[in-house]
């Protein structure tokens, strides 16, 4: 597979924009397209969010705060400080800025427009080169149910209840009736076979890419690409970089361990990149996932693009470790 080939990755927020833009930064432009989870998505104040695919546009337009993690950098805050003045909701801040491109979207999805359309447009007005691509237009949403509280929306969770309800039950709702967009179709009908690779982004496995493998097709396609397969564990010195992957996995019984990762991704990637070996890990995973081990943590750009070469040199090894076979038995036969 050429170098210049192009690289699907599938992506939530904050942990997968880390990724994606060591990517985009060091392949030709135009050549990434990231497939984005939208089961986070709500209704706030009237207007239609959508949080991961603004990390996105955000992050790999350089606006994105760099402090904060969500949002955008020298954003302003009138519109809060009037909203809470008035007795409005203040659990979700929108900055000034945000709030524009939220009330673009609204207006756009009420006049009929796809949210893959308008995500395209947004990412052409904001000189994003790369391809953000929601996971699909419908209405997925993604719902918890918690020990205490009962079904929660995705926001309340996250935002509203910081993440501190104990989790027993995660469902997509609408995600069987859904159509996965172009990039996840096009891969169920000729196996990637024109991809370099496909990446799953070190994002939340739970919350953030498995919406996009509930989608009807996407977890046959992804088990039967023909694509090397390359996953980064969100799982950094035994713990959840930022946010509830942990606590998640804690709640559901599995251990905080790299081991979970492979398990949960088994017979779906190729190889995963860590940034410890565990003691067992290679076995539990058996012969079919590759453990590569690197640091994972992103903290500079230098980082996020460091990770994102390892990540093409493993699918390039890969896909030269299966030329070499395929080419193999046709000399074997040989006298
Ligand atoms: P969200 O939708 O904003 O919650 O973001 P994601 O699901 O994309 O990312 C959350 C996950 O990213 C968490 O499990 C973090 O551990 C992981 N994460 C964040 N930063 C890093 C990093 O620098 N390296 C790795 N390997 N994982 C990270």
Redesign the pocket.
Known sequence: MSAGAPVLAL?????????ALGLDKILAPGALTVVV?TG?DFEHLGLSIS??ID?LLYTLSGLADPTR??GRRDESWNFMRALTALGGPDWFALGDADLALHVQRSRRLAQGETLEAISADFARALGVATRIVPMCNERVRTRLRGEEEGWLDFQTY?VRQRCAPVLREIVYEGAAQARPRTPLQQLAADGGAALRALVL?????W???DPILALPGVRAALGASVAPVIA?????AG????????KLMREFGLPVTHGSIARHWRGLVDAL?V?VDEPGLRESCGDEVEIIVAP????SLA??EH?AEIVLQAADRICAVRAGRAAAPSSARRP
């Open positions: 992506s939530g927020g904050v942990g997968g924009a880390k990724l989870n986070d949080p991961d990390t993690g969500w996250f982004c070190p994002s939340n496995p919350l953030s890419l980064v564990s969100p799982i950094v713990d959840a970089v930022k946010g509830p992957t942990a990149i940034d994972t943590l992103m903290k980082d996020r990770l």
